[in-house]
């Protein structure tokens, strides 16, 4: 019976931490996608045509 009460609390304590850890990846893999996202975006011609004739807008 003593065991009981160790393992449901080590189990909660496993479950909390992986829950934190799942809070910080996936928060640090949105910040990549969103910072690999603005550099393609920054870094790519975009064309436009006015008057039939395409434009280079952008860097």
């Known amino acids: 019976m003593m065991e ?4 449901f609390t080590f ?4 479950i ?3 829950k934190e850890n799942n809070k910080v990846m996936f ?6 996608k969103n910072n690999s996202r603005d550099l393609a975006l920054s870094k ?3 064309y436009q045509l006015v008057d039939s004739k395409p434009i280079t807008v952008g860097c």
């Open 16 to 18: 909390c931490f992986m």
């Open 4 to 7: 009981m009460p160790e393992k």
């Open 44 to 46: 790519k011609n975009l």
């Open 27 to 32: 928060k640090k893999y949105y910040e990549y």
């Open 11 to 14: 189990r909660c304590a496993c």
